[in-house]
């Protein structure tokens, strides 16, 4: 008889352990997961307001950062309205940074990036500077421009930095908003 209690306890014990395992467990992510964990380049221009921007003043938060231009007609604006719904969906409101880095500066001044978010409806830091400084920050992430005159022609990728500052996920726009919810809930974790 002793050794069925003996038995049962074990079992009882080991159903726990595996649930708190199953409870620590790293979380499913659906973006490409980058290893090794590094650093993500450094991002030095102004916002949509004029002020300086630096990826510090965002540190401890889950960034989505994505490169888009202001005068884009589709492709631009629904991204950015997709990373704002998947905001809103993973819970984390104000715990998550969308940045907006322009492909095309000469055009996307802080006046152009603000009424770029408001026709969208959708809160983010708008990034711009120098063609100098934003061709740095696109040769950073990998970000390929090409320019004519009517369109702007662009990698078109969401980077994921963690809250300590970390590159770690890169998304293409075959992620679902439930996903990118999902990434922005790991990350913070």
């Known amino acids: 008889m002793q050794l ?7 079992a009882a014990l080991a ?3 595996a649930l708190a395992a199953c409870a620590n467990a790293a979380p499913r992510l ?6 090794p964990i590094r650093s993500a380049p450094a991002i030095d221009a102004v916002d949509q307001t004029g002020a300086p921007f630096s990826l510090h003043r965002v540190r401890g938060r889950v960034v989505a950062l994505y490169f888009g231009f ?10 950015l309205a997709t990373l704002g719904a998947a905001r809103a969906k993973s819970g984390l409101g104000a715990r998550v940074a969308i940045l907006f880095a322009s492909v095309d500066p000469a055009r996307d001044t802080p006046a152009a990036l603000r009424a770029f978010f408001a026709r ?6 708008g990034i ?3 063609h100098a400084q934003m061709s740095r920050i696109w040769k950073a992430y ?3 421009v090409q320019a004519t005159r009517e369109d702007v022609g662009h990698s078109d990728f969401v980077y994921f930095i963690g809250p300590r500052g970390n590159l770690r996920i890169v998304g293409g726009d075959d992620i679902s908003i439930a996903q990118l919810a999902a ?5 913070a974790r």
Not at 30 to 35: D, H, P, S, V, W
Not at 120 to 125: C, F, L, P, Q
């Open 4 to 10: 069925r209690s003996f038995a049962r306890s074990c």
């Open 70 to 79: 202001t005068h884009c007609k589709d492709i631009c604006p629904q991204t």
């Open 128 to 130: 711009t500077g120098t």
């Open 30 to 35: 659906y973006g490409t997961i980058l290893q």
């Open 120 to 125: 969208v409806g959708v809160r983010a830091v």
């Open 183 to 187: 990434d922005m809930r790991g990350l």
């Open 15 to 17: 159903g726990l352990l």
């Open 142 to 144: 990998g970000v390929e």
